[in-house]
């Protein structure tokens, strides 16, 4: 097992003129809550494209659980489970037929996949919803929805892109403390917000700001005595 779960090195990433991301690099060790934080337009998502494949960088190196996604694009993916910004879901079919559809593009079969939708929707408190069309819920337990197909194939790394953008605050707490609870299984998350409040004391930080990488580390050595709502205003104004 590698030290980090994921590793970025030297990466870029421009559209046309625009230098979306300039040579940003960070570890996440394995296990660990890590929060991608910055603002709007700081370069998250085009992040969280290059790592989930969706575009290809020219310039830098990903490696997944030590295996780099150029060379092994397919066992890198593998390992990764993924909640984009935008939701990607059929609102005419019910839950459960959602994530057995998303469990077949893994190749895993009905019978395999029925335990363990059933386990990934107890734990997010969305059992008893398994069989209710999508266009009947509320954006919160969609959300919920999609934490749970990201995890159906067992990944070791999940990436969430702004997950809880929308939501109230009680249901942003109730999932942002749910997430972090997956790192007691070993799960490792990557969590791009642009709010503090979803931000532990203990968890790893890598503050993007204009396609760079500003501060690492945990967030209580790089945030000090300091608030972090005050700190992050201090560094991306005029940064």
């Not at 960070?26 to 603002?39: H, M, N, R, V």
């Not at 059929?90 to 335990?115: C, M, Q, T, W």
């Not at 197909?149 to 109730?174: C, K, N, Y």
Request: net charge negative; with cysteine; proline share 3%.
């Amino acid at each position: 097992m590698s030290k980090y779960a994921l590793s970025v090195c030297d990466l870029s990433y421009s559209y046309a003129t625009k230098n979306a991301l300039n040579n940003v690099s960070f570890d996440i060790p394995t296990g660990s809550f890590c929060a991608l934080l910055g603002p709007n337009g700081a370069g998250k998502s085009t992040l969280f494209s290059v790592l989930t494949g969706l575009v290809r960088s020219p310039d830098g190196a990903v490696s997944v659980l030590g295996h780099d996604l150029a060379s092994y694009g397919r066992i890198a993916r593998k390992n990764i489970g993924v909640v984009f910004q935008q939701p990607t879901l059929d609102l005419d079919v019910s839950v459960r037929e959602n994530l057995l559809y998303f469990a077949a593009l893994h190749g895993i079969s009905r019978r395999r996949a029925k335990p363990r939708i059933t386990d990934a929707l107890d734990r997010l408190s969305m059992g008893e919803r398994a069989d209710e069309k999508l266009r009947n819920l509320n954006g919160g337990h969609r959300r919920r929805m999609e934490i749970a197909r990201a995890l159906v194939h067992e990944p070791s790394i999940l990436l969430l892109d702004e997950p809880t953008v929308g939501l109230d605050h009680e249901t942003r707490q109730s999932i942002t403390q749910y997430v972090h609870q997956l790192c007691d299984d070993g799960i490792t998350i990557l969590w791009a917000t642009h709010l503090v409040d979803e931000i532990y004391p203990a968890d790893q930080m890598v503050l993007l700001h204009h396609g760079q990488v500003l501060e690492t580390g945990q967030v209580s050595d790089v945030v000090g005595t300091n608030d972090l709502a005050h700190w992050f205003s201090q560094k991306t104004v005029g940064a």
